[in-house]
């Protein structure tokens, strides 16, 4: 687990760097979005498919195309996939 970048912070949790650059370089997949879950949530990993499709990786839940973030914060400042969440 690494440490909890802040609030709109564009670089990669360092513990995904790795697995991040494989997804890059080995499939037809673009990474979108990734979190490792920082011992709160599970890592994920959104990617968008070669006909368009957004889903994550990990779970392979489909999510709905959003303009900006697939994930939201809760309460303590981590981040989560509403989607991914239990109820």
Do not use: W
Not at 21 to 31: A, D, P, R, Y
Not at 47 to 66: A, C, H, N, P
Not at 71 to 80: A, L, M, N, R, V
Request: charged letters at 30%.
């Amino acid at each position: 687990m690494c440490d909890k970048l802040p609030y709109c912070n564009p670089r990669l949790d360092s513990c995904l760097t790795t697995i991040i650059s494989k997804i890059n370089k080995l499939t037809s997949l673009k990474t979108i979005a990734s979190c490792c879950g920082h011992g709160k949530y599970a890592m994920s990993i959104v990617v968008k498919d070669k006909d368009g499709e957004f889903f994550e990786l990990i779970s392979k839940t489909r999510l709905v195309k959003r303009k900006r973030n697939y994930y939201k914060k809760d309460d303590f400042g981590f981040y989560y996939i509403p989607e991914l969440r239990p109820q």
